[in-house]
């Protein structure tokens, strides 16, 4: 599985912004997704997550502010990011996993990251 983020850029607070991820292969839709940021001198933490089965979770920093979809027919995977706060600056990658983790070590394959910088 390959996979393309896109979609980061430079943001002010309280702006938003939408990531996207492309997927290849003919079995997207039986991975779990995650989003994982990774802050300058920080280690990668998870953000949100989708499973193969459409459940979706939360790092408790982001809940209530981004939102992550997913759409098997077209191997993308989205995460709308509202309300932007400038602790969210930070390198953001999507990920597969076979199977559902928060944990970063877990994931099989990585898109290469889009660099979110918001601005105070």
């Known amino acids: 599985v390959q996979l393309q983020a896109s979609g980061g850029g430079l943001v002010q607070a309280g702006g938003s912004l939408r990531l996207s991820c492309a997927a290849s292969?003919?079995?997207?839709?039986?991975?779990?997704m995650g989003w994982f940021r990774q802050a300058p001198g920080k280690e990668r933490e998870f953000v949100a997550g989708?499973?193969?089965?459409?459940?979706?979770y939360y790092a408790d920093s982001v809940k209530g502010r981004f939102t992550t979809s997913r759409d098997n027919a077209k191997n993308t995977v989205a995460l709308q990011m509202n309300s932007l706060k400038s602790e969210d600056t930070a390198v953001y990658y999507c990920?597969?996993?076979?199977?559902?983790?928060?944990?970063?070590?877990?994931?099989?394959?990585w898109g290469q990251g889009t660099l979110v910088t918001v601005s105070s």
């Open positions: 989708i499973t193969r089965g459409g459940g979706v």
């Open positions: 990920a597969v996993s076979s199977g559902w983790s928060r944990i970063a070590s877990l994931y099989d394959y």
């Open positions: 292969g003919r079995t997207f839709s039986s991975y779990h």
